[in-house]
């Protein structure tokens, strides 16, 4: 019975794997589902507290954004930040859906210069030894906290925005593993990473040295080599990541840019350009200077240097950068159709 569970894991950990693709930290609105424990008011103000801490950890790209004294402020007066909501009844459950702006949200962690998450979801490599122990003697036990530990993994994975794939654990593979596994299972993940095309990697061990089964995974990752539980692990390794790829406002720094956006072919469009730049978390202020053909160019006043505007509209899925020897007026070409 337990060899048929696992398959469906390996469809669950391929389809998590491919999906994402956008910036999270940009949409104009949040929906978050939470379960709650009844109809009456403070069930109501909990779950929508609960939402709006995992919102703002993903917003952030850090858990530790729930320690800080102004986020700690706004957890208490969620629905501020709530423009509607609605209950149902799933599986006999009460299932909340609270709805959260955007805007208000990234102004506030500006405002108070806490991080932005620019970036689309990060991709994990993770292996867990136990799967490969289908022939020795304990094996149910150990696929059993296999399972669960790949179930864990895949919900923290959800939970923070984050893509897992894991090695196929072929030929060359196993070959890799029987070579450097008894040598070092850093060394192990940091070549199957390469492999992969994946900067990080978690291994998750369920023996220990002595070979019997713990009671709890030991963890470790390409960002903190002391063993630790899967949860602790996997949070410390997205935080690392995404501090890498977030972006903190600095509103005492303003400057003034010229952009050129090309591909724009109609009047919606232009309405969509400039609905697009308005958005973003730097610009406060835009201006139309001309319009030529399918060419338009913007003068922006925005906060950050001009490298910090580049970097953000460059992970922007509707604007490519077009590079030309003169960088005076940076140029894109807008591909939303």
């Known amino acids: 019975m337990l060899k048929k569970i696992l398959p469906y894991y ?27 424990e009844g109809t009456d008011q403070s069930s109501i103000k ?25 986020i700690k402020g706004i957890i208490n ?45 990060p991709l994990v490599l993770s292996y867990f030894p136990c799967r490969e122990a289908e022939y020795e003697s304990n094996y149910d036990n ?23 794939t894991r090695p196929l654990m072929d030929l060359k593979d196993i070959r890799d593993l029987e070579f450097l596994g008894s040598i070092s299972a850093e060394r192990f993940m940091t070549k199957m990473s390469k492999r992969y095309g994946a900067d990080n990697w978690l291994i998750c061990l369920t023996k220990d040295k002595f070979g019997l089964l713990m009671d ?28 890498k790829k977030s972006l903190i406002v600095d509103r005492d720094v303003i400057n003034e840019s010229q952009i050129e956006v090309i591909g724009i072919d109609s009047f919606m469009k232009l309405e969509k350009v400039l609905q697009t730049l308005d958005s973003q978390i730097l610009i406060f202020n835009i201006s139309l200077k001309e319009l030529e053909g399918n060419s338009a160019n913007f003068s922006l006043s925005h906060y950050g240097s ?9 992970i922007h899925s509707d604007f490519k950068e077009i590079k030309f020897k003169s960088q005076d007026i940076i140029s894109y070409k807008y591909t939303n159709t």
């Open 10 to 36: 390996l469809i669950f950990f391929a389809f998590n794997a491919i999906e994402g693709g956008e910036i999270y930290s940009l949409k104009s609105t949040y929906e978050i589902e939470v379960v709650l």
């Open 46 to 70: 909990e779950g929508m507290k609960r939402s709006l801490s995992s919102l703002l950890i993903n917003l952030s790209g850090t858990s530790l954004v729930l320690d800080d004294k102004a």
């Open 77 to 121: 007066s969620p629905e501020v930040y709530i423009s509607q909501y609605k209950l149902d009844t799933v599986d006999e459950k009460i299932v909340a859906s609270f709805i959260f702006q955007g805007d208000s949200l990234r102004s506030y962690l500006s405002e108070n210069e806490l991080p932005l998450w620019i970036a689309e979801e």
């Open 142 to 164: 150990e696929l059993i906290h296999c399972i669960e530990m790949e179930k864990d993994l895949l919900n923290l994975s959800k939970s923070r925005n984050s893509r897992i």
């Open 216 to 243: 709890s995974p030991s963890c470790f990752s390409s960002e903190n080599k002391r063993p630790s539980s899967l949860e602790i692990t996997f949070n410390y390794l997205l935080n690392e990541i995404n501090l």
């Open 306 to 314: 001009k490298v910090d505007l580049k970097n953000l509209l460059m």
